[in-house]
């Protein structure tokens, strides 16, 4: 069993629309939860991270934390075409990271 | 300008050849990684080091090697053991704000095999 899950896609979203990521993850004790954004052929770039159960907006992304579940998504509101990419779910634990294969999405124009 | 840097961007490696990745920090991190990224199979942790002079293997260490002698420097030494070197490199640092480390990324270098 991988210690982080996500379906590996495409989503595919219209402009303007909600696009929806999901996350599970296997460890517990998992103190950390982070969403990467990441462009064909570049890095990581982090875009959210949240660390209590609920809710936290951050302009048109929203990342959702429910550790009872295990589960961590985020929301991307008034999607463009420019948030087309591959979205990473990661989970640290004192240190250690833990990544997603990761959800790539398309948003049509 | 504060980041992390990694070069090359790209790296050619020859049969039976050891290669070094270059990753330097100015962000005063105290953590540092490496991770090997191959097409749809996600980040897998191939070192990291918490502190100066110290480091640990993570998920698929063999055919590398690594050395902290800097805070702000953290390279990796793609050996000839490692049979099947091309992926994307990537390094990280994270800060700690109290059990709540966030990790960032350098921007990577691509590694293929003549």
């Known amino acids: 069993q991988k210690e982080v899950e996500q379906n590996s896609g495409p989503l595919s979203v219209p402009e303007g629309a909600i696009a929806s990521l999901n996350c599970t993850y296997s460890d517990r004790g998992s103190q950390s939860f982070f969403w990467y954004r990441q462009y064909s052929g570049k890095s990581p770039e982090l875009i959210m991270f949240?660390?209590?159960?609920g809710d936290k907006e951050d302009g048109r992304f929203t990342a959702q934390l429910n550790k009872a579940s295990q589960y961590v998504s985020l929301l991307i509101r008034d999607s463009q075409p420019s948030d087309s990419a591959t979205y990473l779910c990661?989970?640290?634990?004192?240190?250690?990271?833990?990544f997603g294969s990761g959800t790539k999405l398309n948003v049509k124009p | 300008d504060g980041g992390i840097t990694q070069s090359p961007k790209y790296l050619f490696r020859k049969e039976g050849q050891n290669v070094t990745l270059s990753c330097e920090q100015n962000?005063?991190?105290?953590?540092m990684y490496w991770y090997r990224q191959d097409p749809g199979q996600g980040l897998r942790l191939i070192y990291y080091?918490?502190?100066?002079?110290?480091?640990q293997k993570g998920d698929i260490a063999e055919g590398y090697s690594v050395s902290r002698e800097k805070k702000e420097s953290f390279p990796l030494t793609v050996t000839s053991a490692q049979k099947n070197p091309t992926a994307f490199y990537l390094c990280?640092?994270?800060?700690?704000?109290?059990?709540?480390?966030?990790?960032?990324f350098g921007p990577g270098t691509r590694l293929l095999v003549l």
């Open positions: 080091s918490q502190i100066v002079n110290d480091f």
């Open positions: 962000l005063n991190h105290d953590a």
């Open positions: 949240i660390y209590s159960n």
């Open positions: 990280a640092s994270s800060i700690d704000r109290g059990n709540q480390e966030t990790q960032y």
């Open positions: 990661a989970v640290s634990n004192f240190n250690k990271f833990y």
